[in-house]
């Protein structure tokens, strides 16, 4: 046994110190070299968790950036070829629709044309479609000339049913309130194609349609708004249905037949004379004057409105002398009480207003803002005055409002 330390690594201890020694060390350190090389191409890295990381983030962003290019370019494509098929174009409507609209169809009109505007007017989503639908179910018809009652956005089939319907189409007639009587026979007459002279011949037929002696003509009974006619309608069957809303009114609002003659007459006098938030006051003003004649007044209406009805015109200046012209049965200036008949027809508000007046102490009231109908009550003639000052100065800044 030795306690000396060995001076090889093999650990046998015979191993000679010198040349062959080094030869063998130096042989193994060139191989271990070259392997140390070859080994060095495959080495493995220690990745960290933070690189792991950024790798995995960046490998997502490139997917996400080319499913993001590939979709852009899906919907250009799609786009392109929708907008030359057009594949994404809405070939009809869904259902019985949505607002209603009044819709026109002029004699002559072809199916193509009728489409066109129907598809317009957003009735229809597609002309064509609405065409094809038409000469499926009615290959050998056509529409009739008239007004029909529609929705927009119709299904093209709810739309040719409501076309065809029998009877569907109608006379359109817009009667506005303050509109006198023949007026009305010019609308009724450019409405249906009836000639106007038919109108004028059943104005004074007061028997006919059952309207007290005590009216001179048929003003007052056309009732105001919106008529739908049969296409076959008569001039007697048109001023009948109009005269009937104007007497449904009247009862609606109790009216006897004994008042009929003051509440109409009243009613087209508020009318001219108010807005719809004042004819209760207005109506009340009137009856004030009518029943006090030893009042300020003396029982003198004195509506410009009358008066000018009387004369034929359409203004709201009167001449002294206009005013003093007792000749003039219409003349509420000249001549005390109501006039000798209505001086247009009222509507239900104007009509509600006269059967039921407002009670007030008001004798006087002007209008002194025609744009908006402000309109200014007075108990005295003075108060009055002051008033009537203001409605000059309106004119005054208003030029051609007045005439």
């Avoid at 359109?172 to 109108?199: N, V």
């Avoid at 509440?263 to 209760?280: A, D, H, K, R, W």
Wanted: hydrophobic share 30%; aromatic share 8%; net charge negative.
């Amino acid at each position: 046994m030795s306690d000396e330390p060995r001076d090889n690594a093999t650990g046998d201890g015979n191993t000679p110190h010198g040349s062959n020694g080094d030869e063998l060390s130096s042989s193994h350190a060139s191989d271990g070299g070259s392997h140390s090389q070859l080994a060095g191409s495959f080495e493995h890295h220690e990745v960290t968790p933070e690189q792991r990381k950024r790798r995995q983030a960046r490998s997502r962003a490139s997917m996400t950036t080319a499913i993001a290019l590939f979709v852009a370019a899906l919907i250009v494509v799609v786009a392109v070829l929708g907008s030359t098929f057009g594949l994404f174009e809405r070939k009809d409507y869904h259902g019985s629709g949505d607002q209603d609209v009044t819709f026109s169809v002029a004699d002559g009109s072809t199916t193509g044309q009728i489409a066109q505007d129907l598809e317009s007017q957003d009735i229809v989503a597609d002309a064509s479609t609405f065409v094809s639908t038409f000469q499926k179910k009615y290959p050998e018809d056509f529409i009739q000339p008239g007004e029909y009652q529609l929705k927009t956005r119709m299904s093209s089939e709810d739309v040719v049913n409501s076309l065809m319907e029998k009877e569907a189409a109608t006379h359109y007639a817009a009667i506005p309130k303050t509109q006198r009587m023949d007026d009305t026979f010019t609308a009724l007459s450019e409405a249906t194609g009836i000639d106007r002279s038919e109108f004028e011949k059943l104005a004074k037929q007061k028997e006919t349609f059952g309207i007290p002696e005590q009216f001179p003509n048929l003003e007052g009974w056309l009732h105001p708004g919106e008529y739908h006619f049969p296409l076959d309608a008569t001039a007697e069957q048109i001023l009948q249905e109009m005269v009937d809303r104007t007497r449904a009114t009247l009862e609606k609002n109790n009216v006897p037949e004994d008042r009929w003659f003051e509440v109409l007459t009243v009613g087209s006098i508020v009318e001219f004379e108010g807005t719809p938030q004042n004819y209760p006051s207005v109506a009340g003003a009137i009856e004030n004057r009518m029943n006090n004649p030893d009042g300020e007044t003396s029982g003198f209406i004195q509506s410009d409105a009358s008066v000018t009805y009387g004369l034929g015109k359409k203004t709201v200046h009167l001449t002294e002398e206009e005013k003093k012209d007792k000749s003039n049965p219409y003349n509420t200036y000249a001549n005390p009480g109501l006039p000798v008949g209505p001086i247009g027809s009222p509507s239900d508000d104007a009509i509600a207003a006269a059967a039921n007046p407002e009670k007030n102490d008001y004798y006087y009231w002007v209008t002194v803002n025609l744009d908006t109908g402000e309109t200014k009550f007075a108990k005295t003639y003075e108060e009055h005055q002051k008033y009537v000052q203001e409605y000059q100065q309106w004119c005054a800044d208003n030029e051609g409002k007045c005439s």
